[in-house]
């Protein structure tokens, strides 16, 4: 079966989510069960990758603990133990993911980070995620049948100019996609 999985896209290369100890924070503060009853119904289930179980590709990996005390910590580490004032940026496109910013807003407050919803329209929001003009946003993708696809468009150096909208880059995940490749399509 195919997935639509929904994810937190964090702005990597400005502050405050350029610091790896904010994003960690946010994924042990996010209760992902109530995010999904808070917007989608509890129509969905709770994972921490984009293949179902149905999926060849599914990995049983440990889920990430929701843990408030570990967050608060991790926000204390990087500097933000007063807490923090923080943009989502959101589209009118999609409503039930400004009710998803909804729940978000009231879980990341539990550890200090106060989310503001920016809501915008369907076009504003494109050429401002396009332009990188945001700090995060909250969304779904739909998912692809081949993992070195779906991680590469999310995640590549390649991509930073069209699918990978966090612009998070590093050597070492570039050079993971070319060993994959190399193994399925020998040189």
């Given at each position: 079966?195919?997935?639509?999985?929904?994810?937190?896209?964090?702005?990597?290369?400005?502050?405050?989510?350029?610091?790896?100890?904010?994003?960690?924070?946010?994924?042990?503060?996010?209760?992902?069960?109530?995010?999904?009853?808070?917007?989608?119904?509890?129509?969905?289930?709770?994972?921490?990758?984009?293949?179902?179980?149905?999926?060849?590709?599914?990995?049983?990996?440990?889920?990430?603990?929701?843990?408030?005390?570990?967050?608060?910590?991790?926000?204390?580490?990087?500097?933000?133990?007063?807490?923090?004032?923080?943009?989502?940026?959101?589209?009118?496109?999609?409503?039930?993911?400004?009710?998803?910013?909804?729940?978000?807003q009231?879980?990341?407050?539990?550890?200090?980070?106060t989310?503001?919803?920016?809501?915008?329209?369907?076009?504003?929001?494109?050429?401002?995620?396009?332009?990188?003009?945001?700090?995060?946003?909250?969304?779904?993708?739909?998912a692809?049948?081949?993992?070195?696809?779906?991680?590469?468009?999310?995640?590549?150096?390649?991509?930073?100019?069209?699918?990978?909208?966090?612009?998070?880059?590093?050597?070492?995940?570039?050079?993971?996609?070319?060993?994959?490749?190399?193994?399925?399509?020998?040189?």
């Open positions: 079966p195919g997935s639509f999985p929904s994810y937190i896209v964090f702005n990597t290369r400005k502050p405050p989510f350029d610091d790896p100890r904010l994003r960690q924070a946010v994924a042990h503060a996010v209760d992902k069960r109530a995010l999904i009853d808070g917007h989608l119904w509890g129509h969905a289930q709770v994972t921490n990758q984009p293949f179902s179980k149905g999926s060849p590709w599914h990995l049983d990996v440990k889920e990430r603990e929701h843990d408030l005390a570990r967050a608060r910590k991790l926000m204390a580490d990087a500097g933000l133990a007063g807490g923090i004032e923080v943009p989502i940026l959101m589209s009118t496109g999609w409503a039930e993911f400004v009710a998803g910013g909804q729940v978000l009231s879980q990341l407050k539990k550890i200090g980070i989310l503001k919803l920016d809501v915008t329209d369907l076009a504003t929001w494109v050429a401002r995620v396009n332009k990188r003009d945001f700090n995060v946003f909250y969304l779904w993708y739909s692809r049948y081949d993992p070195d696809d779906f991680y590469r468009r999310m995640f590549h150096s390649s991509e930073e100019a069209s699918n990978n909208r966090s612009g998070f880059k590093t050597p070492a995940l570039d050079g993971l996609r070319m060993r994959f490749k190399r193994l399925i399509q020998p040189e």
